[in-house]
């Protein structure tokens, strides 16, 4: 690698330096691993949810994220916080049927249901043991451009799994019976991330006075309509959305592009991307905030129970199911939707954001400890929040 990239010592020994999770821990997880990449991890306050008070480890690399979670969580305990709940962790499977007459194949194959089932589950004994385990099937019939297509959908509920492997294992295991009801060939057999059988949920309602008038209020109402009818806006206010959602995924061990696919896909079921939270005003001019989107997170499996930070964040939450650690993620991304779309429509964000940002920009031009802030507040005074100038001012204070 070294010689590859010509990398110098002090490259190779950031590489080479490990923290919590080891290089060797490392390697039994991916593959040709040289290292450790580290992310800032934080934690978001004030966040109370179905009456009970959380602290949400995010990890994420973005300035400002974690503020604005919290702050956005203080305005929502004026009203009692956040109500959220969530369905079911049923994922679907999908096995993907060829053959000469979809139409009989469906029949034969939701005839067989129960043996279908049955064949499923033999394969995890102890998801159903759980209280998990494959519930039901669907058949579509899909066009597509090579012809009609036969699609089972295996329903799973995974418990506390995210459930992809188990989803996967399933549907390979019940394909030869699909073949032999329909005379088909079965192509592929994988979960599908538009999981929209696993929906989490919140609501919390945000009073004038915490946001700052009625004008806010309207303010907000606005910027959210901006979203419902605009793509090029919604791709930007559902992404601050995932800055709070796949903080806490990453933070957590789980799959953060699982999630990420989930939540797009899912804004975009009604065959128009939208906004996956809405904002009404109430009879008392309050601020109603909702959000509704597939979390398949889990509490076992993937990295949860492997990387020893996520268990100990995992430990910090406290969260006794992965239902509950979906509630959690919805409350999460609607506060931090809240406080992106108030800074918005108010101030604008740059104010908030860039003083942060400065703080990244102090260290790059080659600050440390005291010095971080001095130069930060320094470029925030001028409004130069620039590298050039980071230099320059550093150099000044270091004659
Ligand atoms: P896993 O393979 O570790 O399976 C979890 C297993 O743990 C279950 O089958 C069950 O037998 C057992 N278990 C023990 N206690 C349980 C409990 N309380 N609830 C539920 N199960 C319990 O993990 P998984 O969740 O099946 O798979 C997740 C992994 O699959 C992630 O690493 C993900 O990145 C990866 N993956 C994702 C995709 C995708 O999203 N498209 C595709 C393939 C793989």
């Known amino acids: 690698m070294r010689e590859f990239a010509n990398l110098d010592e002090e490259s190779a020994e950031n590489i080479r330096k490990s923290g919590a999770l080891s290089v060797d821990q490392a390697d039994k997880m991916i ?22 008070d959380y602290l949400i480890p995010m990890a994420i690399e973005e300035p400002s994220v974690i503020a604005a979670a919290s702050n956005a969580a203080k305005m929502a305990r004026d009203k009692g916080g956040f109500s959220a709940s969530a369905t079911k962790p049923i994922m679907i499977g999908q096995i993907q049927l060829i053959c000469d007459d979809p139409h009989g194949a469906r029949t034969s194959i939701l005839g067989a249901r129960k043996k279908i089932l049955e064949l499923a589950n033999e394969q995890n004994p102890t998801l159903v043991k759980l209280g998990g385990g494959a519930r039901d099937l669907e058949v579509r019939i899909i066009e597509t451009p090579s012809g009609k297509m036969v699609i089972v959908h295996l329903l799973v509920d ?22 032999q009801l329909t005379s088909g060939r079965v192509y592929l057999r994988i979960v599908s991330n538009l999981a929209v059988k696993r929906l989490a949920r919140a609501k919390a309602v945000f009073s004038k006075e915490a946001l700052g008038g009625e004008d806010a209020v309207d303010a907000i109402i606005q910027a959210y309509s901006f979203a419902a009818a605009d793509p090029y806006r919604c791709a930007t206010h559902n992404k601050g959305i995932m800055n709070g959602i796949t903080a806490v995924a990453l933070a957590t061990g789980n799959d953060t592009r699982a999630i990420e696919a989930g939540a797009h896909s899912y ?11 809405t904002y009404e005003k ?21 990295a949860t129970k492997v990387h ?13 199911t992965a239902s509950e650690l979906a509630e959690v993620m919805a409350s999460v991304g609607l506060a931090q939707n809240l406080a992106a779309l108030r800074a918005l429509a108010t101030e604008g964000i740059q104010r908030g954001h860039m003083s942060l940002h400065a703080k990244n920009i102090a260290v790059m031009a080659g600050a440390t400890g005291d010095m971080v802030d001095k130069i930060a507040s320094a470029l925030v005074r001028e409004g130069r929040i620039r590298l050039d100038r980071a230099k320059e001012l550093l150099e000044e204070e270091e004659k």
């Open 31 to 52: 593959e040709n691993v040289i290292g450790v990449m580290e992310t800032p991890l934080g934690i978001a306050t004030n966040f109370t949810i179905n009456g009970k």
């Open 158 to 179: 995974c418990r506390d799994a995210m459930g992809a492997n188990t989803v996967n294992t399933m549907c390979e295991r019940v394909s030869p019976l699909i073949e």
């Open 308 to 320: 020893p930070v996520a268990i100990a964040n995992l430990k910090i939450l406290g969260v006794k």
């Open 282 to 302: 109430n009879e008392d001019g309050d601020l109603v905030g909702t959000i509704e989107l597939p979390i398949a997170a889990g509490l076992v499996g993937g």
């Open 267 to 277: 804004a975009s079921f009604s065959g128009r991307y939208k906004p996956l939270t």
